[in-house]
């Protein structure tokens, strides 16, 4: 992911938006290693939202997770991926000052090889799409 600047880190950046790319399993299903995001630094975060955080322990590490629940001063976030790991079952809750924004739309770039009309086709109509707060992923953190 591409490193951010002080002033959009404090919600002072002259366009709040910016562009960032998706590594690792973590939210598989609803984003891929390599899908890009389009997100909105300083925006109010609510339950379900896929958000840009800095990681705990290492803050110049990027992380993008879906904030489940407020618990004391912070999100706890988890991956869509349960198997994948780093979140909050690992690190805890996450301070509300390193949660940097909440993604709004996701990118799926064409991949090498994707030549055929039909293949492009079914690329065209997913390659773009907004980002919905699930709102069923804190329900199931209340079920545990």
Do not use: C, I
Not at 38 to 45: D, E, S
Not at 104 to 132: C, D, V
């Amino acid at each position: 992911m591409v490193e951010l600047s002080q002033e959009t880190e404090r919600g002072r950046a002259v366009v709040p938006l910016g562009l960032a790319e998706v590594t690792g399993p973590s939210m598989v299903p609803t984003l891929r290693h390599g899908d890009r995001l389009l997100v909105r630094y300083g925006g109010a975060v609510g339950p379900g939202d896929v958000v840009v955080l800095r990681h705990p322990f290492q803050q110049d590490l990027l992380v993008v997770k879906r904030a489940v629940e407020r618990r004391g001063g912070g999100w706890w976030v988890l991956g869509d991926n349960p198997y994948a790991g780093g979140d909050s079952t690992d690190y805890g809750v996450v301070p509300e000052d390193l949660v940097l924004g909440r993604a709004l739309l996701r990118f799926r770039p064409l991949r090498a090889g994707q030549r055929s009309p039909l293949t492009l086709l079914r690329w065209a109509l997913s390659a773009a799409r907004p980002l919905l707060p699930d709102r069923s992923a804190s329900r199931r953190l209340r079920a545990r």
